[in-house]
């Protein structure tokens, strides 16, 4: 089945500062990705839709311009959490949709990136 | 708005006995359902989905129903294993471009 990536798996980082997280489809290309947020034993919350080569389209009442996304190629979406707080610290994870194989509404997710903000 | 119920508590059996886990929701009208298993601290992993106009779908020892008049879904595995011990997400949708996910139901099977 189709493969998502993510990079880094965990990162630990000083309040005030901006986080990168990458997320790569190995071995297709996604035109669309999703990123959410999980926080432990919640549901998964989707943040924003990640088309490429277009701005994304945010959930309400997620900071757009806290939560920068850019999907710049057909393998590659990032979602940088700029001037990061405690409260930003959870558990972040994109999907992508294949739709050259099976289902097109089957989401393929990455093995979440967790965020730690001291 | 939308409201997807999974049942918070875990659901504890037996290895071998059938692990049925139930999705309800309200306030919507999906056109398919989706079932996913996650394990901890991992991206939930994709097993069935089942359309509107489908009332059951079975893929080796799991089968989903879909009543879309009691807006429920039910996911059960015959035979269960203690490999199957996870949290099961229900995902709901009407299109491709959004999906909405119950908080998952944990599974497990002792031996």
């Known amino acids: 089945g189709a493969v998502v990536s993510q990079h880094p798996s965990w990162v630990i980082c000083k309040s005030g500062t901006s986080v990168k997280i990458e997320c790569r489809s190995l071995?297709?290309?996604?035109?669309?990705m999703f990123w959410y947020r999980q926080f432990p034993k919640q549901s998964l919350m989707l943040m924003a839709t990640?088309?490429?080569?277009?701005?994304?389209?945010?959930e309400q009442g997620v900071e757009k311009d806290k939560f920068l996304i850019n999907h710049a190629s057909l393998t590659l979406s990032t979602l940088t959490v700029t001037s990061a707080h405690p409260e930003d610290s959870s558990f972040y994870i994109c999907?992508?949709?294949?739709?050259?194989?099976?289902?097109?509404?089957?989401?393929?997710f990455g093995p979440g990136t967790r965020l730690l903000v001291l | 708005s939308q409201k997807i119920e999974q049942n918070s508590e875990a659901l504890n059996i037996q290895e071998g006995k059938t692990a049925t886990l139930t999705c309800n929701y309200t306030n919507y009208s999906p056109a398919y359902l989706q079932w996913y298993r996650q394990d901890p601290g991992r991206g939930p992993v994709f097993l069935l989905l089942i359309r509107e106009n489908e009332k059951e779908k079975r893929k080796e020892r799991l089968k989903v129903t879909f009543d879309t008049t009691l807006k429920q879904s039910l996911f059960h595995i015959t035979a269960s294993q203690p490999a199957d011990s996870a949290t099961y997400l229900c995902a709901l949708g009407q299109d491709f471009n959004k999906f909405y996910f119950g908080s998952g139901t944990k599974l497990n099977v002792k031996p």
């Open positions: 999907s992508a949709l294949d739709p050259g194989t099976g289902y097109q509404e089957t989401q393929y």
């Open positions: 071995d297709f290309q996604a035109t669309t």
């Open positions: 990640s088309n490429e080569g277009s701005k994304a389209t945010y």
